[in-house]
């Protein structure tokens, strides 16, 4: 067999992180590009198995993102906007749906790992088919339903993105010979364990963040959500008034020392700090620390893309469900911000933080002290008190597309903020993310909120 | 074996159905015995049999109602504030209490069933044993604390009696032979259907209710939440500021008629009407119609407490989840109400309706044209939009009693205005009823808002 | 509810205990009376609630077995034979079909403990309009085909007599309060533990059984199965040759004692002494002894239908699966016998021993030293080395009436000998009793066999 | 990443194929290396993907498959034996293991497929290092015990060959677009179907196999079992003595066409011709033909190594689970034989047939008139009316190695001749082959037996 390696291409690219709305603007065909490439260069480092591999229903493998996002482009821009395309593969139109059932049927969706054909040859051409076919539709006229879809689409590929890297830490989570993703940059302050195996029992120091600072908001009658002529998802609109009161914000994320506080307080073991589906999580899952963390009875380990370390006290804990973080938030008197007050308090800032660009892959040690909410963006996402709903008067769009945000308005929690392998220029202040409550392996942290 | 019947006893009381806290107040001691006889007059029409069964884990056998709120007596008054007090066999700590970690283990909740010891004369005498103690201990001085903790004690016997009645009725559902409760009082409206296993196949009209009005609100801002000193759960405090856009609400719940129009629709076949988790639902549990409808071809039957009878048009539809209530919403081209809306709309209309007093056991025929919103109270719990959360400032109560309604506010549906099994005295504007989102076993039912 | 309380009536009978058929032969009706009326005699301790409680889905609520029964003469000598016979509701046709796919559908198994109603009045109720039917039937002539099929019935009924016991023991053994199905007549070596919650941590002695005893077996050329003209299920036939090398077997069945060796070598840590299925049974199910016992340090305990009791270590060990029996085997460096040396040994000895009609209801200290072969019949069910299958010329009965042995022929493994709560006249050495490898709830126990 | 490309070799050798144990003692190295270049050459139509599904939890990743084998020989040939062998990583002592506790842990079965790593690059250096080190440990002496081991490993390897092959085409199967393993050879009654999801609607004629005949045995006292100095597996002895009643066997086994007619004629419909477990798989399953056959209205196609092709009447019907046979039996008025009838009939009959080497990998169509018994060896896998048990004296080896075959004797049937994916040089008339009786994914089709 011939496999036709990805080209090799730097993680770093060199379109302004913080506008994929300007570089899509200023020109479509080269954020296009870039935005396409930063895909395969995250397929660099791996083995052909690698791409093949699915750990669990809720992750994909990294060949189906491949091949989705190519779907996506094919299926809402090409099919209906350029009338000369020609599928390359008529069965991929099934394979590689997601979950629009107003396009038609799926495979389903915990046997995408079984998939074995097309091969990755296979689906890099019909990437490359469905490239040339949309890099042609945008230099033939300046029709903005097309425009606003391949914007779409873009913004659609980069959640996929760090879908890539979450789900391969799943994967390789689920192997004991925890295989590396990447090496990560110099940090000097991290501890590289070298032999997982065979740990060094040495006393190890768990550097701890600064003390948390904590801020006061007015709150009162407050407009929330999308707003100005930049893209946004249908489900940060309409923006719409809401009245809040008067509340204080951590200065940061809780961070992994104050975490293990928590578990060492048996934390894990009283169901009194636990919401009651959250308690049988707790026990029915086995919990006892985050997800990717290992007890060594003198340190904790814990398993990351750049491997197995030793646990960062001060970087902000991650991979922890919404259970966990309420039941942490209720430990520690405080509770989790609404997301109409994170939105309030960090909409201001700028969106610059430890993003997928930093190449750290994993969230870092906390800023010291600070003149404001601090550490919002990047990192983890950060879970709110509010379930995932539509905002007053949303309506989802019509069609097959209409499917994107809307209907899995039900049975989550909203979280803010991005993390580590999110895309930088996908962030902004209004974005809604959402999972389920006990979902943990995205880089899913919490912040504290409290009365003031 | 010989079986002590309990008492014969009218299921109506002399007790005002608008005000428990106004009957504790003056008679603590009468308002005590009288709700407790309301438990047991619910029994009245059982075989033995039926006081065992439990169907689904979600249910409970009615023996095992009965225990546990005479447990809740002995657990939460009694053995705290009564030094004299000996309970009657130590082993029903750990039997009958439901989900109290605070109290200690607990017998497994879907094997309640199991349990054919104690017996229902056993049982009856644990009543009683625990009855005479909490008359004895109100009777004895003036603690405010015991009758704070009776009250609700009471309250959560209202709760517990209506549970009786929807577990019964789903447990009958599951016996072929649909076996009835109670034969309903003579309804002029209603059709009976004599011969369940072969119904006449003559064309039968469904009453259609009158057509639906709206009736519009302002909105604004709005103070939600109990107030005043009479009972209320700790979940509808602290009373809060809310801003409500403008909106207008339905004049009554959603009926049959309208409803066999979205099935007809083709409502259980169109996934884009529904969230993504309830097109699951519908497709996993097979859903086509509400639980306990059967399609006769011509007509619709259903299961209810007074036997299989034909579908009443005009009445709420009743026996739908959350799912489905939205979906219908989505159909109809509205939405349903957040909980605050509801409030707002309904806060100042008198608690009256059909509730467990009618004796009707189901939702009756809604009214004709009114001047504003109606049938608010009883008939069905209506489902709203809004997840069941915290209120701003909550705090749940100290110590184990503490867990009664915060740890459940996650993965919920707040619903409101109580239904034809709930009785009158339990009800108010302000209660927050909740249930998971695919909960269809409870009388609930749905009515719809939109923009004014 | 008034509930009719079934007839007292002794356990104990004036029938000749080995031989139903001679009785049957006798007087027919008066076998008839007799077998049915023991089946209510079994049911005399037990409260409603106990009738109608099904603990898993291979058990049967005791109302069941008792309508079944009927069902079975009403099915298979009514229907056909009695053309006056007027069933008393055709929907029991279903209720209480087993398994006969033949006869029509069948309320599914693990839901006949939802079957609240008929209640227990009814069924007897039920039970009598059959019994009238039957006697009259077997009373208005002499068609072999009816006795043959009525005779067919009650050692049927036996089998479920049987049933009734074992299923309530596994039910009663589901509740913490341990309720006693009935006190033993006194037996002078047996330990009565007056309160489970509290035994003494008094060093107890375990009764050992005598020393084993092994008794050599020629084998060869030797014809197996049913022979001559009384009953025998069809099963058991044709009679046919099987060849059979020297063996020796063990003079009494393995007594607790030696097993509680086996336990505390680590029988149940050690997967090389087991099947490979037996091993994932010993792990999934937790086990870590025969089924009903519980480890209080010093002594072991057992839930019998006596009451919680010390573990006689004298006795036959009881409610091993076929997979503990044959791992301790392999522990004692022997084998279980083949159903063919097993008939071989045992054919000759008299069906006399440890049947229902002791009332011990629980297997008894072994015999001392013998001249041979001994405890063969009653105490506990023998599994055997031979997985179930017919044997060669093997025909099922034509109609719905063949579906009762023949289509369990496969996983499953044959028992011999019968148990404490066997008819004795239900039993005779050429009888197949059969069970899936992991069954724990029937009197099930072991006897060695070895090269001579 | 780079791979490097399994060498290309042909499948067929130029082994003597019908003797490994004569190869083996005529030049062990060339028998060694013979065996496990075959392997690899299974490998060789693969793409990477290929190598690491895992579609079910009774197929393994090829690439497990091929590690697997080389960890045999590094596990009991290696370690106990080469004393100056190292192993490449001692992490694959668990990652290989298949199911033998006495080596330790064991990685999941079920997440196989999860194992990304090491990469298939790596394990082909896994499997040239164990190589090396076995050939240089042949060549160095003459122990015997070293040379009986390395024999099994090769017979223990030829068992893994077949089953790459069922595998792969379980899990080609589950993908929507069928993957072709290898075209197969010409074969001038076989109709490829060119187009697998169009196909053509005209009506084809299915080639029906001649009539059956059968061939009548005495039976007898018969010795069955291994005998001679040839290889087998313990599971085969020790030869001993059966009785068996005379029987007539069929010329081959069922052919499609014939199966067709099973199907035609109800047979998946009418649960008097099934085992109760049987016709609850049925029910469960869905089955409605043998697996990977789909029925197009006028004709049936399947899924086969070579594609999607249109059923051929005249071949043995394959992939049939024991449930089938027994029913396919019982619907022809036949019964399966005996593992000892069926042994008795072919013992004399020389070992050729439609084994891998025929590169056919399907079975094909039946042989016309014989005088006797014929295509007993290769083509299917012929099921038992034997339940897997050990012969009578049976003893697993010491050791972990005890683990082969002694372990899984419960729960099983014994199948017969071997397959069309079986080495020729593998097979023999005493092998002993097993499955559970739901299994479908082996090539397992019956021959009938009857009374003579």
Redesign the interface.
């Given at each position: 067999?011939l496999?036709t390696?990805p080209p090799r291409m730097a993680l770093t690219t060199d379109m302004p992180a913080t506008s994929l709305t300007d570089a899509f603007r200023r020109d479509p065909v080269q954020a296009f590009r870039s935005v396409r490439a930063r895909t395969l260069a995250l397929t660099e480092p791996?083995?052909?198995?690698?791409?093949?591999?699915q750990?669990m229903p809720d992750a994909s493998p990294v060949?189906w993102h491949v091949a989705h996002t190519a779907w996506f482009f094919e299926t809402f821009v090409l099919r209906p906007h350029a009338p000369a395309y020609r599928p390359l593969d008529e069965?991929y139109t099934?394979?590689f749906n997601s979950?629009y059932?107003?396009v038609g049927d799926q495979?389903p969706r915990e046997?995408r790992?079984?998939?074995?054909?097309?091969?990755?040859p296979e689906v890099l051409r019909y990437r490359e088919h469905v490239d040339a076919a949309v890099i042609d539709l945008l230099g033939s006229g300046d029709e903005a339903a097309v425009r606003s879809l391949v914007e779409l689409g873009l913004h659609h590929e980069q959640q996929h993105q760090e879908l890539v890297l979450t789900d391969l830490l799943h994967?390789?989570a689920?192997?004991?010979?925890r295989?590396c993703y990447r090496s990560p940059r110099a940090d000097p302050r991290a501890t590289t364990v070298s032999d997982a195996?065979r740990p060094h029992r040495a006393a190890t120091s768990i550097h701890a963040p600064t003390a948390q600072q904590w801020f006061a908001f007015d709150g009162g009658?407050v407009d929330i959500g999308h707003t100005g002529d930049g893209f946004a998802y249908d489900n940060e609109s309409p923006r719409?008034?809401?009245?809040i009161?008067p509340f204080a914000l951590a200065a940061r994320p809780v961070g992994c020392a104050e975490y293990i506080a928590f578990i060492q307080d048996g934390g894990y073991h009283r169901?009194?700090l636990?919401?009651?589906?959250?308690?049988d999580a707790v026990k029915s899952g086995g919990w006892e620390a985050p997800l990717y963390w290992q007890d060594e009875g003198d340190r904790w380990l814990e398993t990351t893309l750049g491997g197995v370390r030793e646990v960062d006290g001060a970087a902000p804990v991650s991979h922890v469900s919404?259970?966990e973080a309420?039941a942490y938030a209720r430990w520690a008197g405080a509770r989790l911000p609404t997301e109409a007050e994170w939105e309030l308090a960090c909409r201001d800032l700028p969106v610059v933080g430890n993003f997928v660009e930093s190449e750290a892959l994993r969230p870092r040690g906390s800023v010291g002290r600070t003149d404001g909410v601090a550490q919002a963006f990047g990192d983890v996402w950060e879970w709110t008190?509010?379930?995932y709903?539509p905002y007053?008067?949303f309506r989802a769009a019509g069609g097959a597309i209409?499917?994107y945000n809307g209907?899995?308005?039900?049975?989550q929690y909203v979280l803010r903020g991005g993390s580590c392998v999110t895309p930088a220029s996908h962030m902004r202040a209004t974005y809604r993310n959402y999972f389920a409550?006990d979902t943990r392996w995205q880089f899913s942290g919490l912040r504290l909120a409290r009365?003031p």
């Open positions: 067999m496999v390696s791996l083995a052909i198995e690698d791409w093949n591999v750990s060949k069965r099934l394979l979950y059932v107003g495979h046997r790992g079984l998939l074995t054909r097309p091969t990755v994967a390789f689920q192997n004991p010979m295989p195996a009658l719409h008034r809401v009245w009161d169901p009194e636990w919401m009651s589906a959250g308690w919404w259970y309420d008190a509010s379930a709903a007053p008067g209409g499917e209907k899995f308005m039900c049975n409550p009365k």
